[in-house]
């Protein structure tokens, strides 16, 4: 069995033998929900490549102590996967952010494109924002992670601009591309994006936008995947071409 793995503000400088308290709602959690006992082993991981296991020392209300046993630090994935999501209608943005977290996307970037049904104004922003956080945060300690990803503030079309042109390959997927995406070249370093668009589709003066800027438009194949779910097939097939998930 899986030991239960905790999400804490840093191990920076924690070293075998070394008492690490958890605080806050994440000790909330593990001793109120989980009913965490002194005793048991845990992982605990900042999100920034620090892992240690460690044998609970003592818990209380809202914090429990870990005594360290073992520790690492695993480098940053490369290359990096960023996702472009437009915003979805109902709680798919939620599913998108799950399995993008799971499958290990590094940035999550939700995009107010023109044709995107859901709109972020005001309080709604904020907590959408919110939510998307705290899904790719539970994700990522569900699968394990040690690098979190982040979910970056809402952008526009011309912050997604930006963003292609520092980008070591961006692809666009789109219905009536002729590039397949299994035709790129899949760079071994830098960042790499997808760019999803809304149930709506891409507008076209976006799209060109896209392309101008460097970014390639392409197809997945015949089948039409759901915005929510587009952003998985793609960034797994590239994945599978990276010594990420196994080639060298």
């Given at each position: 069995?899986?030991?239960?793995?905790?999400?804490?503000?840093?191990?920076?400088?924690?070293?075998?033998?070394?008492?690490?308290?958890?605080?806050?709602?994440?000790?909330?959690?593990?001793?109120?929900?989980?009913?965490?006992?002194?005793?048991?082993?845990?992982?605990?991981?900042?999100?920034?490549?620090?892992?240690?296991?460690?044998?609970?020392?003592?818990?209380?209300?809202?914090?429990?102590?870990?005594?360290?046993?073992?520790?690492?630090?695993?480098?940053?994935?490369?290359?990096?996967?960023?996702v472009v999501q437009a915003?979805?209608?109902?709680?798919?943005?939620?599913?998108?952010?799950?399995?993008?977290?799971e499958i290990g996307v590094?940035?999550?970037?939700?995009?107010?494109?023109?044709?995107?049904?859901?709109?972020?104004?005001?309080?709604?922003?904020?907590?959408?924002?919110?939510?998307?956080?705290?899904?790719?945060?539970?994700?990522?300690?569900?699968?394990?992670?040690?690098?979190?990803?982040?979910?970056?503030?809402?952008?526009?079309?011309?912050?997604?601009?930006?963003?292609?042109?520092?980008?070591a390959l961006v692809a666009?997927?789109?219905?009536?591309?002729?590039?397949?995406?299994?035709?790129?070249?899949?760079?071994?370093?830098?960042?790499?994006?997808?760019?999803?668009?809304?149930?709506?589709?891409?507008?076209?003066?976006?799209?060109?936008?896209?392309?101008?800027?460097?970014?390639?438009?392409?197809?997945?194949?015949?089948?039409?995947?759901?915005?929510?779910?587009?952003?998985?097939?793609?960034?797994?097939?590239?994945?599978?071409?990276?010594?990420?998930?196994?080639?060298?």
């Amino acid at each position: 069995m899986s030991l239960p793995v905790h999400l804490v503000a840093s191990l920076d400088g924690v070293a075998v033998g070394s008492d690490v308290e958890v605080t806050g709602d994440e000790a909330h959690h593990a001793v109120a929900v989980r009913r965490l006992r002194a005793g048991e082993e845990v992982v605990l991981t900042d999100g920034a490549g620090h892992r240690v296991v460690g044998s609970v020392a003592s818990t209380g209300k809202r914090l429990f102590n870990v005594t360290v046993t073992s520790a690492s630090f695993i480098e940053r994935p490369a290359p990096s996967f960023t996702v472009v999501q437009a915003l979805p209608k109902g709680d798919r943005g939620e599913l998108a952010v799950e399995v993008l977290t799971e499958i290990g996307v590094d940035t999550i970037v939700p995009w107010a494109a023109s044709r995107s049904v859901a709109v972020w104004k005001g309080e709604r922003a904020a907590k959408s924002h919110a939510r998307w956080q705290a899904t790719a945060r539970e994700a990522g300690k569900q699968s394990r992670r040690t690098w979190q990803p982040s979910v970056t503030a809402l952008a526009s079309t011309n912050d997604v601009v930006a963003l292609v042109g520092s980008a070591a390959l961006v692809a666009v997927l789109h219905e009536d591309a002729t590039t397949p995406l299994a035709s790129l070249d899949v760079p071994t370093v830098g960042e790499i994006v997808v760019i999803v668009g809304p149930e709506g589709g891409i507008a076209a003066d976006e799209l060109a936008a896209f392309e101008a800027a460097g970014a390639v438009t392409v197809r997945l194949g015949d089948e039409v995947l759901r915005t929510s779910t587009a952003g998985v097939a793609a960034v797994s097939a590239l994945l599978s071409r990276t010594h990420r998930w196994g080639q060298s």
